[in-house]
């Protein structure tokens, strides 16, 4: 079993600066997709950046050049840097683990089997 705990949230003016921290433990290894993902009342959750344990990355377009996602040495904690924050980036982040994603990032929340509960990021204007 596999337990996901997400840190790091807070409250921040807009263009501030945020880092999210994910420790998963259990049945994981360097080798498993992690990723963080979002969500707001009345939308759908969706996939902010997703890394791999090739090293390989992805990010959605509208975070791209202002977040960077990076893992520990262990492959067990999971780091979300969050830059040039703008109001539309409120949400819930969440993490996410899988044990293999078909060995390509993956932004698909369906993939993923393991989820923390999630931690508020509020951006205000």
């Known amino acids: 079993q596999v337990q996901v705990v997400e840190s790091g949230g807070g409250s921040v003016q807009a263009g501030g600066s945020l880092r999210l921290s994910c420790v998963a433990s259990?049945?994981?290894?360097?080798?498993?997709?992690m990723g963080w993902f979002r969500q707001v009342p009345g939308k759908e959750r969706e996939g902010v950046a997703a890394t791999v344990g090739n090293g390989g990355v992805r990010y959605a377009d509208s975070v791209q050049g202002r977040f960077i996602i990076s893992k520990d040495n262990t492959g067990n904690t999971l780091y979300l840097q969050m830059n040039s924050l703008k109001p539309e980036d409120t949400g819930m982040y969440y993490c996410a683990v899988t044990p293999r994603c078909g060995g390509a990032p993956s932004l698909q929340s369906f993939l993923y089997k393991n989820w923390g509960q999630g931690t508020q990021v509020t951006v205000s204007s």
């Open positions: 259990g049945f994981v290894d360097s080798k498993n997709c």
